[in-house]
């Protein structure tokens, strides 16, 4: 229940503070490789029909951070959610 709280907390913040795409793919890069998402994310990399909006990727991010303890700031969050769209996702601008 408390990770659930802490992901809903976490996703609000995220989507009343950010109304559009301020991330930095090329920093989200390095911050995704430096964690090593892919170690959980290997079989099935990442599934835009989930995660259909760029908000609810970066909900879906900040639940990866919490519940791994990556330890990013909401900016880092921000930018590996960046690097996600770009690569996987493609959610319009």
Not at 27 to 41: I, M, P, Q, T, V
Not at 57 to 76: I, K, P, Q, R
């Amino acid at each position: 229940m408390k990770k659930l709280a802490i992901f809903v907390s976490t996703s609000l913040t995220l989507l009343i503070s950010n109304s559009s795409f301020a991330g930095s793919p090329e920093a989200g890069k390095s911050l995704h490789d430096e964690a090593n998402c892919l170690r959980c994310h290997a079989d099935k990399p990442y599934n835009p029909t989930k995660t259909d909006t760029y908000e609810k990727l970066v909900a879906a991010v900040s639940f990866c951070n919490n519940n791994m303890n990556v330890g990013w700031f909401d900016d880092e969050v921000e930018d590996v959610a960046a690097y996600l769209n770009q690569k996987y996702y493609k959610h319009p601008n």
